[in-house]
Nanobody, 127 residues
C-alpha cells in the first residue's frame, strides 16, 4: 500500500486543520491506521490510531480532546481533524498502516507496529 498524507500548512494558534491520508495499491479496510508526528530533534510520537472498522480509536495523551481520527474505507482515506492547535503541535505528521491483528493499545502507540508510512505533511502553528 502507498500512503499520501496531505492537508498540512501554516495555521495560527487556536486554529484547526484536517489532515488526510489517501491509500493506493491496496484496500485500506485491511489495515489498522495510525497518525504520528515528529518535530525537529525529537522522536516520532503517537497521535492517534484507528482500527480497521473504526470501532477502536486511541489518542496520544497530549492531543486528547483536540483531535479526532476517522476513516472512510470506501474512499480509501483516513483523516485527522485537529483543533485548538498550539505552537508545540508544529511537526511533520505521518500516517502509517499496519496489517497486524489483535493489536493492543501499546501496539497502536508503537512505530514498530506499522509497516507502511506516508511521506509526511508539515503542520506549522504560529503564536
Amino acid at each position: 500500500v502507498q500512503l499520501q498524507a496531505s492537508g498540512g500548512g501554516v495555521v495560527q494558534a487556536g486554529g484547526s486543520l484536517r489532515l488526510s491520508c489517501a491509500a493506493s495499491g491496496s484496500t485500506l479496510s485491511t489495515y489498522v491506521m495510525g497518525w504520528f508526528r515528529q518535530a525537529p530533534g525529537k522522536e516520532r510520537e503517537f497521535v492517534a490510531g484507528i482500527s480497521r472498522t473504526g470501532n477502536g480509536i486511541y489518542y496520544g495523551e497530549f492531543v486528547k480532546g483536540r483531535v479526532t481520527v476517522s476513516r472512510d474505507n470506501a474512499k480509501n482515506t483516513v483523516y485527522l481533524q485537529m483543533s485548538s492547535l498550539r505552537p508545540e503541535d508544529t511537526s511533520v505528521y505521518y500516517c502509517a498502516a499496519s496489517q497486524r491483528r489483535g493489536m493492543s493499545v501499546i501496539d497502536y502507540r508503537s512505530t514498530t507496529s506499522y509497516t507502511y508510512w506516508g511521506q509526511g505533511t508539515l503542520v506549522t502553528v504560529s503564536s
